[in-house]
C-alpha cells in the first residue's frame, strides 16, 4: 500500500486512535493513533501505512484543517426555495448552486416529515463529507413545515 493524499472527514476519535473517511472513495482508514482530531474535523491530508503489517495508517501531512459547522436554523427557507419546490413532487431532490460558491439542496417531504428529515439531515455522516467535497464551512438547515420543504444550505467561509 501506498500514501494516500486527499479530503478526509474525521468519523470516530478516542484518546488513543482515530477513524478518518475518504469523501471521494468513502474508503475508511483508521489511525494507529490521535493527533488531537475531533469527529467532523475535515482534513486535507496524506495518510500512509504504518509497518509492519499495514493494517492502520498515520497521519503523514496536514495542509488543512477545518470544522464543519452543523446549524439547525430558525429561519425558514428562502422564497426562492420554496418557489423552487413549489413544482417539485413528495420525494424530489433539488440541488442549485448558490451565487458565487457552495449549494442548496432542496428536499420536499411530507409535512408531518419535515423535523425527521432535518434530525437525519443534521446526523448523517455524509451531511459532512457533502460538505467537505463542496469546500463549505457551515451547513444551515431550514425548515418550512407548512410546506413540506427543507433546505440544506452549503456555504463556504
Not at 42 to 59: D, H, R, S
Not at 96 to 118: L, M, Q, S, W
Not at 144 to 157: C, Q
Request: charged content about 30%.
Amino acid at each position: 500500500m501506498t500514501e494516500k493524499t486527499g479530503t478526509f472527514v474525521v468519523t470516530h476519535a478516542e484518546a488513543d486512535s482515530a477513524v478518518v473517511r475518504d469523501v471521494e472513495t468513502a474508503q475508511v482508514h483508521t489511525l494507529s493513533s490521535n493527533p488531537d482530531l475531533e469527529i467532523h474535523d475535515v482534513l486535507e491530508a496524506t495518510v500512509a501505512p504504518e509497518p509492519p503489517l499495514e493494517v492502520t495508517w498515520q497521519l503523514v501531512d496536514v495542509e488543512d484543517r477545518r470544522t464543519i459547522e452543523l446549524v439547525d436554523s430558525d429561519l425558514e427557507p428562502t422564497q426562492h426555495a420554496k418557489e423552487l419546490a413549489a413544482d417539485a413532487e413528495v420525494g424530489d431532490l433539488i440541488q442549485e448552486e448558490r451565487a458565487g460558491t457552495g449549494e442548496i439542496h432542496i428536499f420536499c417531504v411530507p409535512a408531518a416529515d419535515v423535523e425527521a428529515a432535518a434530525t437525519d439531515v443534521l446526523e448523517d455522516e455524509e451531511t459532512i463529507a457533502r460538505a467537505a467535497r463542496l469546500e463549505a464551512v457551515r451547513v444551515e438547515v431550514r425548515q418550512a413545515v407548512d410546506d413540506g420543504v427543507l433546505s440544506v444550505r452549503y456555504l463556504p467561509d
